[in-house]
């Protein structure tokens, strides 16, 4: 799996997943439930992980790029 964007901002990592979902790519937020459960964990500098396959991150990067969002390098 590749980190393809990071947020501190939960929903904002869902936008992108569901972004990512509508071309076809299989998205993951892998901090997702705690993110929700223990929400003082992100609270600081702790960010929020939204990833995908190791063959899907190039496309995933383009996608973003072309919707206005600045992917992870």
């Known amino acids: 799996m590749t980190t393809i964007s990071a947020s501190a901002n939960l929903d904002h990592i869902f936008m992108l997943r569901a972004l990512l979902e509508s071309c076809g790519i299989a998205a993951q937020v892998p901090?997702?439930?705690?993110?929700?459960?223990?929400?003082?964990?992100?609270?600081?500098?702790t960010t929020v992980r939204l990833q995908v396959e190791?063959?899907?991150?190039e496309t995933a990067r383009a996608i973003l790029r072309q919707n206005g969002h600045d992917p992870v390098a």
């Open 31 to 45: 901090d997702e439930f705690s993110a929700q459960t223990q929400p003082y964990l992100f609270a600081n500098a």
């Open 54 to 57: 190791d063959e899907d991150a």
